[in-house]
């Protein structure tokens, strides 16, 4: 009897390739998927309504016009370029030495984007950037963080979302997307 | 003698831990993609913006293609694509109903309507879908870019 029980062969099932079959799947999901994008530039629409007419006063106003082209009207001045635009908004917003060009208080102050029906959807983008990057710059250096480091305050910890709320009172991000003319 | 043949030993390094280490890779990867769609109609590449924020809940994310379409028979002209089929402007606020549907009345107005749009189409089209989005109270607008490394 005790001899019968020796042959008894244990099953077992070889793990080996199942580092291959997870590699396989592993791979099939990098292939086939893409992560979540969902980053970019948020803007709020104004809403249907027929236009009132709000009187603001011209230095509160800085505007960015462009044309099909693709040349920018900052403020009156033909450029071909946005260099240096997110330090003009930042000091028009903030206007430290109280000029008279720039705008009264930085809750006044609207920066106004208006593109040409024919301008390349890329340099409205990047128009709306360096506005978006001169507010969050602004936002950051009232709580003594860089722009990034606001941008990436998580609003779900107490302690950050009070250092956002800090830096975002009495600074509205007031940025007006004009339509494209329409063609007459 | 004995001491030597103590010594042979060789080390091993076991792989019995691979599959568990390659499986949360596997997991990983599940959890954080998403299936891509078949939205190869038109040819999108997204302009580059570095003041980026990043949307919390994705749910309220309804996205809509704006680009040039890959098959020459569709035209030259910029096209509007809400994932599967080309939309004309003025089936946009159908569309924006349907959307709304999906989502919970609580977020209702908080939908956010993502435009991935190609940076070389021109604003006249933008613009005109900003419109319909402002006529059906769409007013929530993300304009998709690459982040700039």
Known sequence: MLKFKKPKLEPKVSAGSMADIAFLLLIFFLVA?????????IMQLPPEAPPTITKIKERNLYTIQINSKNQFLIEGKIRENLNNVTQEIKEFVLNPQHQSSLSETPQKAIIS??????TKYKHFVETL???????????????????????????????????YLLARQNLPMNISIAEPDKIK | MKLRKTSKSVAEISTASMPDIVFLLLFFFMVSATIKREDNQLDVSVPQA????????????????????????QGSTPKILNGKQILQLSNISQWIQEQRSTLDEVYHDQMIIMLKADKNVDMGIIGDIQTELRKNNARKVMFRTLDEI
């Open chain 1, 33 to 41: 998927t893409n992560l979540l994008q969902d980053k970019g530039l």
């Open chain 2, 50 to 73: 570095h003041a980026v924020t990043q949307v919390n809940k994705k749910f309220l994310v309804k996205e809509l293609h704006i680009g040039y379409p890959t098959d020459l028979n």
């Open chain 1, 129 to 163: 950037d360096q506005i978006k990057q001169a507010y969050y710059e602004m936002y950051g250096e009232k709580v003594n963080l860089s722009a990034d480091e606001f941008r990436k305050l998580n609003r779900k910890d107490p302690h950050q979302d009070h250092l």
């Open chain 1, 113 to 118: 984007v208006k593109a040409n029906r024919g």
